[in-house]
């Protein structure tokens, strides 16, 4: 059974810093999304990565894979207010399936 | 730009009591998904519909659960007899494509909670 794990939970970090997110998965998959989720609101579409290596950037965040690690990383750069939510990766179960398999997602809050 | 849309946001309902949740996917849109979130918790599929058919359901989706596209462009999940467990926000998402070739839009979700 695919198990998606991300790290940290929580993460509270001053404007102009940078993080990592980090997402781990447990079995073959080449195919990860991440969604950003604000409070009471729906998921909204950050990344969909597709092959081993791919690396997408849309303004200060940039989202990386790599398959035979399977790792993926939500990297922030010099982080304003506005990123404040919840981040998810989930990961396609591939086999046929069409079931995302979601991590407990990242809590980020980002202090002035 | 197009859009999930779902109806009602919010649903307070008594134990037992039947629910319908619907939902409006993006219009050119062939494979159908319903997921929920559990407050404060993760985002758990629940069943995917392709070509008028579920093609896919997690244990969650049991009997008291089933899903339907009466007319062509909605797409309804029936929770059958309610339970307190059943309260969560419940996410209707739609995709042109297979998953593995294309994104997956969420809608705006449906809170029900269940006295």
Redesign the interface.
């Known amino acids: 059974e695919l198990k998606v794990e991300q790290n940290p939970l929580f993460l509270s970090m001053q404007e102009g810093k940078n993080y990592t997110i980090y997402c781990n998965y447990s079995t073959t998959s080449d195919r990860l999304y991440w969604y950003r989720q604000d409070p009471g609101k729906s998921l909204e579409s950050l990344f969909v990565l597709l092959s081993n290596g791919a690396v997408k950037q849309e303004g200060r965040l940039m989202a990386s894979l790599d398959t035979k690690a399977r790792l993926s990383t939500l990297h922030i750069t010099a982080a304003v207010h506005d990123l404040s939510a919840t981040y998810f990766c989930a990961v396609d179960t591939q086999g046929g399936s069409e079931k995302l398999v979601f991590g407990k997602g990242t809590k980020l809050t980002v202090n002035p | 730009e197009p859009e999930v849309t779902q109806t009602p946001s919010h649903q307070v309902t008594q134990m037992g009591q039947e629910v319908i949740l619907r939902c409006v996917p993006i219009s050119n849109h062939l ?1 159908f ?1 319903w ?1 929920r979130q559990i407050l404060g ?5 629940l069943v ?1 519909f ?1 070509n008028n058919e579920i ?2 359901k ?1 244990e969650i989706f049991d009997d008291q659960f089933s899903v339907e596209r009466p007319d062509g462009s909605n797409f309804t999940l029936k929770i059958r007899s309610t339970k307190l467990e059943d309260s969560a926000m419940y ?1 209707c998402a739609s995709s042109a494509t ?4 294309g ?7 449906s809170r029900l909670t269940v006295l």
């Open positions: 494979y998904y997921y918790q993760k985002v758990e599929f995917s392709y093609s896919e997690s996410f297979r998953l593995n070739t994104e997956l839009f969420f809608g705006e979700g």
